[in-house]
Nanobody
Framework: QVQLVESGGGLVQAGGSLRLSCASS????????MGWFRQAPGKEREFVAT????????YYADSVKGRFTISRDNAKNTLYLRMNSLKPEDTAVYYC???????????????WGQGTQVTVSS
């Protein structure tokens, strides 16, 4: 069974940066992609970015393209999300998840972490 644990969230001013981490206790052979989602209060969980574990190819939501960078460390079984130029609208609980296809739909991600809060003040 795969367990995902996020960390690195916090309170930051607009324009600031944070790096989120997602440590995995293991990864099944079917979990080809790892992704980040976020959920703001009263809103649905939305796709942020995904990375293919084998070659680090990436895909981003338009709202974060150019500001966020997803990466991974195979040796540490850890996924990262570097967030720059943060905006108040980036405030949300951020989740990491694993899937076996390239998709922006949360329904195809079969493992989830517990989430880490990111709050961006104006």
């Amino acid at each position: 069974q795969v367990q995902l644990v996020e960390s690195g969230g916090g309170l930051v001013q607009a324009g600031g940066s944070l790096r989120l981490s997602c440590a995995s206790s293991g990864r099944t052979s079917s979990s080809v992609y790892m992704g980040w989602f976020r959920q703001a209060p009263g809103k649905e969980r939305e796709f942020v970015a995904t990375i293919r574990w084998s070659d680090s190819s990436t895909y981003y939501a338009d709202s974060v393209k150019g500001r966020f960078t997803i990466s991974r460390d195979n040796a540490k079984n850890t996924l990262y999300l570097r967030m720059n130029s943060l905006k108040p609208e980036d405030t949300a609980v951020y989740y990491c998840a694993a899937a076996n296809i390239l998709t922006t739909s949360r329904n195809w991600y079969h493992y989830w972490g517990q989430g880490t809060q990111v709050t961006v003040s104006s």
